[in-house]
Nanobody
Framework: QVQVVESGGGLVQAGGSLRLSCVAS????????MGWFRQAPGKEREFVAA????????NYRDSVKGRFTISRDNAKNTVYLQMDNLKPEDTAVYYC??????????????????WGQGTQVTVSS
């Protein structure tokens, strides 16, 4: 059974930083791309960042480029999202997801098969 578990959310002031972690178990972690998505209150879930199976390629939504960094440690079955210079508009529940295959690291939710329960990130102004 595949499990995806996020951690690291919390409350931070604007301009601050947080690092989210996501551990995936139950399948060979290094075979699959991983992604982060977020959902703000009253809004649809949106793509944030993704990383290929080898960590050689990454993809970000425009509004987080230069502020967020996705990385992974295949030995620890863990993917990270380092979030710097946080803004109030980054407030959302952040979800980690494991892709259906290793080649896709885009922003389509349909290409991600396993999802975590989410972790809340709140940025105060």
């Amino acid at each position: 059974q595949v499990q995806v578990v996020e951690s690291g959310g919390g409350l931070v002031q604007a301009g601050g930083s947080l690092r989210l972690s996501c551990v995936a178990s139950g399948r060979t972690f290094s075979f699959y791309a991983m992604g982060w998505f977020r959902q703000a209150p009253g809004k649809e879930r949106e793509f944030v960042a993704a990383i290929s199976w080898s960590a050689g390629d990454t993809n970000y939504r425009d509004s987080v480029k230069g502020r967020f960094t996705i990385s992974r440690d295949n030995a620890k079955n863990t993917v990270y999202l380092q979030m710097d210079n946080l803004k109030p508009e980054d407030t959302a529940v952040y979800y980690c997801a494991s892709s259906r295959n290793g080649a896709y690291y885009g922003g389509s939710e349909n290409e991600y098969r396993y999802w975590g329960q989410g972790t809340q990130v709140t940025v105060s102004s």
